[in-house]
């Protein structure tokens, strides 16, 4: 018999673990650190471990582990999964604006609702009294394929809904897009273009591959989101529009579409598609145009079905990004690890309002995959953040004649080139290679390792040819005198220069640092997770590998990649010099600052140090910081121009503090 006490303690593990991660991953403002995260994650592990029977299909634990599939069983929706009529210009659009009024003559004011449409692939989620249950893709509209254990691996899907503000539906159906950002997107096919797996086209493909794995663990692996645009059956739901609708299933904990808006009229509308044309680049996933529905569900009904698509919405899409050009040549690039790179040259053309001459080509493999000649005419796609590449070549044009041969001699070191076992990847062995060591001082450099601002890339390479900079350590012996040799160098410049090298020694977190060397497979995200388990870079780099691959996120592949880089003693050797240097952080954990146990929330204007500074101040005393003001906020530090934010802390009783106040708790 499990004790009444126990039941209780996992029933409150899951509460909690539920609330971090809808603020993670649905609102993107989390409240606690990654490793308070992971510590109450281990906790409820521990507990279910001991007692299975406590283990709910619905628990945060139950995300990752269904065992892998034969084959996809398939279900049939409820109702149909409908496609959208497209307009691809304005006049499209207005007589489909047109046709619509015409048919909905009588009808006093018509609202529209006005959203981005997410390039991605479209999925229904089915959850019983709260309880996510089932998941499946689109299929064919009326029979879609079960991924049910798939979908549970995405954070932003709830496996449970909140029941807070207002009452669970019976029964309810949600469809929206699940989609990869670009970042993450362009990172994953640089670590697929590592590892010699086929590169995906864009990702749309990568987010549909993705979801379609016989195996939940790959799924899990890669690195998907979900937006909710819409309902299919329900239960027990009483909105009646569009917006309404939205708002509900968002205080239920479902990430719903962002940027959306309501419009009255065609001006607006159209207002709103050069609107969000134009912010396309700035939105971290792709969007290939607006989705525009009527937002009353009784006119919706009015309207009905065309039929294959609704008639109360349409599909504006965005010009094309793809545009045809010339390929002149194709260069090898050598970056910090040595891996050559190959990179199209291309006619200069226009994409989308910016010119593009260069593209990716990852490995010798993507040229074969393309069946590329130089002097070919291709098809190039350039998809904001997603780096421009090349699709196809059109072979009803002259084809080229040249075919790429990978050199067999580094271009810029000599050194004869390698082909590691099971890679794709041609590599220069030599590490003193002057490509690669500007590489890795630019990694080192940059502004989510340690920072050293103005120290670019022109800067670098001067200071690599001149010989002064042979690692990243070898920064900090310069001296000021060196950096005014440089070209179009002067003395502001060079003294900012030494300053920000100095400063770089005092911020210097061991994240950061462990980010910095540059080991391969190990980003900035693997990098923050190893510094939450040692308390010194000594630490790590003695660390065996049977401590490294303890480690949830580390498999034997990247512990093997540290080992290997700790064992050369070029490597340890400057480790020793940045420790001479005085970079030798220590792990911040356990945070006991003055500041722990308290949350912080910034509103309005700060004089002294920018918003982000302030929090780092925080965090760094152990504090923590939020975006929204909730009850558990202990301070609301209000500046000129703090609006609602100061107006709800007064109204939940929460202390409003001036900067200086501010100042007075971090600074004495
Ligand atoms: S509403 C009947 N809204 O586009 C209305 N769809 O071409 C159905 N999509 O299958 C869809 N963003 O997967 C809607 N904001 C959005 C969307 C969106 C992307 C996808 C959806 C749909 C396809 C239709």
Redesign the pocket.
């Given at each position: 018999m499990i004790s009444l006490d126990i039941k209780k303690k996992a029933d409150e593990l899951r509460t909690e673990i539920n609330y971090h991660n809808h603020r993670y991953y649905v609102l993107d403002d989390p409240e606690v650190s990654d490793a308070e995260y992971d510590k109450l994650m281990r906790a409820l592990s521990a507990l279910e471990a001991k007692y299975p029977e406590l283990v709910t299909p619905d628990s945060p634990t139950q995300r990752v582990g269904a065992k892998p599939l034969d084959k996809f069983l398939t279900v049939q929706h409820k109702q149909p999964?409908?496609?959208?009529e497209?307009a691809m210009d304005e006049a499209e659009f207005e007589q489909w604006y047109e046709r619509l009024m015409s048919e909905l003559k009588g009808a006093k004011e018509i609202d529209f609702v006005a959203?981005?449409?997410?390039?991605?692939?479209?999925v229904e989620l089915v959850y019983e009294k709260g309880i996510f249950k089932v998941g499946s893709t689109?299929g064919d509209g009326m029979t879609g394929e079960l991924i049910t254990e798939n979908l549970k691996t995405i954070k932003s899907i709830p496996l449970r809904l909140i029941e807070e503000d207002f009452p669970l539906p019976a029964y309810l159906e949600v469809?929206?897009?699940v989609f990869i950002n670009k970042d993450a997107f362009n990172k994953l096919n640089r670590e697929r273009a590592q590892k010699g797996e086929e590169l995906f086209a864009n990702p749309r493909n990568a987010a549909a591959g993705s979801l379609r794995q016989l195996d939940p663990k790959i799924t899990a692996a890669r690195p998907l989101d979900i937006?909710i645009?819409?309902i299919g059956d329900t239960k027990g739901v009483k909105e009646k529009t569009h917006q309404d609708m939205m708002e509900y299933l968002s205080a239920l904990g479902l990430k719903v579409?962002r940027h959306?808006q309501l419009c009255g009229n065609l001006e607006e509308l159209k207002k709103y598609h050069e609107k969000m044309l134009s912010e396309r680049d700035k939105i971290p996933y792709e969007?290939d145009g607006?989705?525009i529905?009527v937002n009353d569900f009784s006119l919706r009904d009015r309207l009905g079905m065309r039929a294959r698509?609704?008639r109360?919405?349409i599909?504006y899409k965005f010009p094309a990004r793809e545009e045809t050009t010339k390929l002149l040549d194709i260069k090898v690039q050598v970056g910090r690890t040595g891996a050559l790179t190959p990179v199209a040259i291309l006619e200069p053309v226009s994409v989308g309002g910016v010119e593009v001459s260069r593209a990716t080509l990852h490995n010798q493999d993507e040229i074969k995959r393309l069946d590329l000649k130089i002097g070919d005419t291709v098809v190039i796609k350039r998809a904001g953040d997603v780096i421009p590449k090349i699709v196809k070549v059109i072979t009803s044009k002259p084809r080229g004649k040249d075919n790429f041969i990978m050199p067999d001699k580094c271009p810029e070191c000599g050194s004869k080139i390698v082909f590691p076992q099971d890679e794709v990847i041609a590599r220069c062995p030599n590490i003193a290679c002057p490509a690669q060591v500007k590489g890795r001082i630019e990694h080192f450099a940059q502004r989510e390792a340690m920072n050293i601002e103005g120290l670019g890339e022109k800067i670098i390479e001067q200071l690599v040819n001149k010989g002064l900079v042979k690692d990243p350590s070898d920064l900090y012996a310069l001296t000021k005198d060196d950096i005014l040799k440089m070209e179009r160098m002067g003395e502001k410049l060079a003294q900012n220069i030494m300053d920000a090298i100095k400063n770089s020694i005092k911020e210097a977190t061991l994240p950061r640092l462990i980010y910095a060397l540059g080991i391969r497979h190990v980003g900035e995200a693997i990098a923050k997770t190893i510094a939450e388990h040692f308390q010194s870079i000594d630490e790590f780099m003695e660390a065996p590998q049977e401590k490294l691959e303890e480690i949830p996120e580390i498999g034997s592949v990247v512990a093997e990649t540290i080992r290997q880089f700790f064992s050369d003693s070029s490597n340890r050797k400057v480790i020793e010099k940045l420790k001479k240097a005085g970079i030798d952080p220590k792990a911040g954990k356990p945070k006991v600052g003055k500041l722990a146990g308290l949350i912080f929330v910034f509103t309005g204007e700060l004089e002294k140090y920018p918003r982000s500074k302030a929090k780092e101040i925080v965090e760094s005393l152990g504090g923590k910081t939020s975006e929204s003001v909730s009850k558990k906020v202990s301070y609301v530090v209000a500046g000129p121009g703090a609006g609602e934010k100061q107006d709800k802390a007064k109204k939940l009783g929460i202390k409003v503090i001036d900067e200086k106040e501010f100042l007075k708790m971090v600074e004495e």
């Open positions: 999964m409908v496609s959208l497209n959203e981005p449409k997410i390039d991605g692939t479209a689109r469809r929206g897009e937006m645009h819409g579409i959306s969007i607006i989705v529905k698509s609704p109360w919405a599909a």
